[in-house]
Every structure is written in C-alpha cells, then in structure tokens.
C-alpha cells in the first residue's frame, strides 16, 4: 500500500475532539470545518488550501459565515473533493462515515516532526502511547523520569477534555493509558517509580469509572472505581481514595441510595481533608439532602462546601475534571434551590451555569452541566406555568450530544413529573415523556465490554 506523505493542514487532537468540529465533519458542513481549524488550530487557509487542492479564495468563501440571510456558503458534495478533504486534514475516515483512510492503517515513511509527549499521550490509539516507550528506552535502566512526566501530563490532558469530549473517544484513550502503564509495572522499575505508575493507573481508573457510568457500564464503572480506591489504599494516596468515594457517592445519588451517599461521602473526608475533592463531597451530600427534604442540612452542606472552597486557590485549569472551582460551584446549588423549591435562585444559578459553559465563540465546554441547567429553567418555566419554555429547554438538553446519562435522566424525570403533573393533556407533555423513556430504555442496554 503507497503511504501517505505529510500534509500541512492535519487537524490537531484538541481540534478532531471538539463537538463543533465533531458535527460539522459528520454533516460534510467543510466549510465551517475549515473555519473552526482556524480558529481552535491556527491552520491558515493557505495551508488548507495547498492540502486539499482547492483555490485559496474558495477556502474562504467557503468558510465565511452566513450572514444577513444572503444565501448559503458553497458545499462540498462530489465524493472525490470529499476524499481529498478528509486526507488533506486527515479527519479519521469514521468521522466524516468513511472506512479508514490509507494513513490510518500505515505509518508514514518519513518520520513526523517531534511533538508534545503530553498531546501524543492523549492522542492514545495504536502507537501513540508509545512516545513513553521510547523515552523509556534512552535509557539502560527501565521507564526514566521524562517517560513517567509524559505520562502524568497526558492524564491531565484526558482529565481537562472529559468535559466535553466524546464518551467513547476518552472511553478508548484512557483505556490505552491502562494498558501502557500496567505494562510497564511489569517491568523493572524502581521502589519509587512504581510508586507513581501505580498512583497514575488509579487516576486513570478514576477517569475510566466517571466515562464507563456516563455510557450506562454501571458493573464496570464500579469495577474501575474499586480498583482507584485499592490503589489509593496500597499507595496511601488520600486524594484518589476521597475521589473513588465521591465517584460511589455520585453513583449512590443517582441511584437513590441516600444512606449509602452519605457513607461515603463521609469517608471521603475522612481520605482527604486538603484538596478540592471535599468541595464536591459537600456538593453531593447538599443535592442528596435536597432530594431527602431537609433544607437544613442542604443549607449546612452549603456552607460547609462554599468555606472549603475559598480556603483553596484558584486554579490555574478549571476545566480539570478532578478539580473544583468556583465557576463549578452554580452547578452545585443550582441543583440544591431547585429541589427544595426556590426557583428564582435556581434559576439565577442555571443561567449562571450556561455562560460559564459557553465560550467566546459560542461553543459550549462543559455541554453536560449547560444540559441539566436546561432541565433546571425548564422545571422553573413549568412551575410558572410557560409550558413551551419548559418544552424547549427540556428538548434542547436531551439533544447534548455529551452526556453522562443517570445524571440527565435524574433531572429530566423531575421535569417530567413537573409536565405530567401540572399539563397532563398536553401533546408536548406526552411527547417529551416518550423522549426520556427511549433516552433510559438506551441506558439500560446490556453492558458493554470494559
């Protein structure tokens, strides 16, 4: 097979895993793919240009917004061109509804210019994790200190995508990153070394057990929160021990099992008493206490979550998902004030949540968060008696393509119940309850493979 020569227009990862750019490469919108490479990758349309074989005054029309309803930015429909801006860009074949491309399936013959280990980790797939391996070998000894660093920078990358990138993507690339560094403790490392390839597979597990539980693998989303915990305890890391009782809490809240959330809410702070983990751990037990009824204990939990958190520094990146912020915080009582019935603040705080979910150009970082602030003023909206607004919301956010399914289910049954309840003979009414029965009929599909 003839191999594919380099192209100056490939799509970076962070790009190839942005929703946006998810959507317009499946719908064949490339024009819009060519403006979002721009903007989120820095790749000029000369370069486009010069990869894809089309002139660079096309590139642009193509790319120029619609505006003022003047008519539509040309398309690309003919099969070939499409062929040509998939290699040229080098968009997985998948993406666009193609088979593999050729240079997905070969290595190029001349060897690709030095890149960041940490993007390279990310990346996972067949070879990519193995940027570690080669560190690993200029060095007689085992793994060395820039393989391990490469490592712990690419599950900081899988952490701070988690937010918004494809469930089964990170689903793929955290499990790459076990098997990487299960391998190399089988090697020979050092006392201290392996040390810190096992608190980096706790890490990972923790990560695998949040996107397992977000695609409905609730048996193996317990089996990799167990073994986060087991690391944690071999290792004596009381930050993955508080974040493997907060994931079981999380998995105890949503499935109504409040005594077994409270437990382990309270052994979370027990493991940790110094990192954002307990923000989130007085987070979970205020949004329990809100669906127990006790307002006190939700107000409690509030305070006691909004102190710890000014006692920490800001972080330098919020959208970490083991890190909690002070933008994280909306979310939290956004959950609790709806619950007991205050929905003005719950509402204040739900649009709070989709401007910090929103970025300068409209895309939305955290789309999860932003779905259940939707549900949340769409319960607000039926509680005043504006059934199309609830409506709107509540379709809008089961659309979200990102999603962690039993925390939109648990929402979108409270504004169920509130449509049903209050608009009983509505068509929209029925409507909207038949979405959230296929949306949880999809949820409890057999498992899937770990």
């Known amino acids: 097979m003839t191999e594919v020569a380099p192209t100056p227009a490939a799509l970076p990862p962070h790009v190839l895993e942005r929703a946006d750019v998810r959507s317009a490469i499946a719908t064949h919108d490339f024009g819009e793919v060519f403006r979002l490479a721009r903007l989120h990758g820095h790749i000029s349309y000369a370069k486009i240009s010069e990869a894809v074989g089309c002139k660079r005054e096309h590139i642009g029309k193509m790319a120029r917004p619609e505006t003022g309803g003047t008519g539509v930015r040309p398309r690309i429909t003919q099969y070939f061109k499409i062929l040509e801006v998939v290699d040229g860009l080098r968009i997985p074949g998948h993406l666009a509804g193609l088979a593999p491309r050729p240079w997905e399936l070969e290595r190029p013959v001349t060897p690709s210019p030095s890149h960041d280990p940490s993007a390279l980790i990310a990346q996972g797939g067949a070879g990519l994790w193995d940027i570690a391996e080669l560190l690993r070998r200029t060095e007689t000894s085992s793994i060395n200190s820039a393989a391990l660093e490469s490592i712990e920078q690419g599950i900081d990358q899988l952490a701070r995508a988690y937010p918004y990138a494809d469930a089964d993507h990170l689903h793929d690339r955290t499990r790459n990153g076990l098997q990487y560094v299960t391998k190399q403790l089988e090697g020979r490392v050092t006392l201290r070394q392996h040390r810190e390839l096992l608190i980096d597979a706790g890490w990972l597990f923790l990560l695998n057990a949040c996107v397992q539980y977000d695609r409905g693998q609730r048996e193996a989303a317990n089996l990799s929160k167990a073994a986060a915990l087991r690391i944690g305890q071999e290792t004596d890391h009381g930050e993955i021990m508080a974040w493997a009782w907060e994931i079981e809490a999380w998995f105890a809240l949503t499935q109504s099992r409040w005594q077994d959330m409270l437990e382990a809410v309270e052994a979370g702070h027990v493991a940790d008493q110094t990192h954002s983990v307990g923000v989130q751990l007085y987070a979970h037990k205020a949004r329990a206490a ?17 102190a710890r958190l000014d006692r920490l520094p800001r972080p330098d990146r919020p959208e970490h998902h083991f890190i909690i912020d002070p933008d994280k915080w909306d979310f939290y009582e956004m959950d609790a004030y ?5 929905d003005e603040r719950a509402a204040a705080h739900a649009r709070s949540v989709l401007r910090i979910s929103t970025g300068p150009d409209g895309t939305e970082t955290s789309p999860m968060r932003a779905a259940e602030a939707r549900l949340t003023l769409g319960v607000a909206a039926a509680r005043t008696g504006d059934i199309e607004e609830a409506i709107g919301m509540g379709t809008t956010a089961l659309e979200a393509d990102r999603r962690s399914l039993p925390s939109l289910l648990l929402v979108a049954d409270e504004l169920d119940k509130e449509l049903r309840s209050r608009y009983p003979r509505e068509a929209t009414t029925r409507d909207f309850h038949d979405r959230v029965l296929t949306i949880r009929r ?9």
Request: charged share 35%; no cysteine.
């Open 442 to 450: 999809g949820a409890t599909r057999s498992e899937l493979p770990f």
């Open 290 to 306: 809100a669906r127990m009824g006790d307002s006190r204990l939700v107000r409690d939990s509030l305070d006691a979550g909004r």
């Open 338 to 342: 709806r619950l007991l019935g205050d």
